[in-house]
């Protein structure tokens, strides 16, 4: 997984899998298929509520395993199967204001049966963007920097 | 939470005091040691670390003359967690996603 600034306020996360994307797509879309593997590893996805189509809802409601709770929840602008998916979203807990909401865009290309995965997510706010960026540049800031690039160089 | 990153954030955004806490970073300065690199006068740097202050990222020392800078470590850590968790997340998840699509018909 590579995780790299873009433009803007974006961030891009590219990934690759070793299946076609006609699966990876249904992975993102079927809240049966989600609840299988979206969120880390110490939290489940206990509420996975999805209206597909355009302008419709999506709700997902995720439990740690300290009990803590997180509702993340958006809408469809785009739905083009098995290719592209582009959808808002708000962190109801973390980002209270209604200004805060990026928008999600998953790009699916497929080669010889693997798919490579681009999900650009557009941040509400260019500050958390420049952060990514310093974190790259001034990498004698923190000494938590240098762990940081190092976790988005690997795995 | 979500306001001290943003505070954190917005401080962090300017290139300036990206290199003013690069500078910190390898031990604490007077304006006046801030300001030679940059080739700004000293009111010009005191107006980014009053930013800095703010956002916690910098304290102020209380030596009368000097009043030394020094960077404070915890809100920088703040930020970092935040990425590393929000890296984490997605990598997480997609280690999952790859043994469900080895399972999918």
């Known amino acids: 997984m590579k995780v ?16 076609p994307r006609a699966r990876v797509f249904a992975a ?11 969120g880390p590893h110490d939290w489940r996805l206990t509420v996975c509520e999805i209206d597909l189509r355009i302008g419709g809802g999506w709700r997902y409601v995720m439990h740690g395993s300290q009990g803590q709770e997180m509702v993340l929840r958006g809408s469809y602008l785009e739905i083009d199967p098995p290719a592209r998916l582009v959808t808002t979203e708000t962190n109801v807990d973390c980002h209270a204001r209604a200004d805060h909401e990026s928008i999600a865009t998953l790009e699916l290309t497929e080669n010889a049966g693997r798919t490579t995965l681009t999900n650009t997510i557009r941040f509400p706010t260019r500050e958390i963007r420049d952060a990514v960026v310093a974190s790259g540049m001034d990498r004698g800031v923190a000494q938590g920097y240098d762990r940081l690039a190092h976790t988005m160089e690997t795995s | 939470m979500t306001a001290v990153l943003d505070a954190t954030f917005a401080a962090l955004a300017d290139p300036t005091r990206r290199a003013i806490l690069a500078r910190l ?42 009043r030394p800078v020094r960077l404070e470590a915890e809100p920088m850590r703040a930020a970092t967690q935040w990425l590393v968790t929000y890296h984490q997340f997605w990598a997480e998840s997609y280690e999952r996603l790859d043994s469900l699509l080895e399972e999918l018909p």
């Open chain 1, 4 to 19: 790299i600034v873009g433009t803007g306020r974006d961030i891009v996360i590219t990934r690759e899998f070793a299946a």
């Open chain 1, 28 to 38: 993102h879309t079927e809240p049966d298929l989600l609840m299988r593997w979206f």
């Open chain 2, 25 to 66: 970073a390898r031990g604490e300065a007077s304006v006046k040691d801030l300001a030679a690199p940059f080739d700004m006068t000293q009111p010009a740097i005191s107006k980014h670390l009053k930013v800095l202050e703010r956002a916690g990222l910098v304290s102020r020392g209380r030596d009368a003359q000097r």
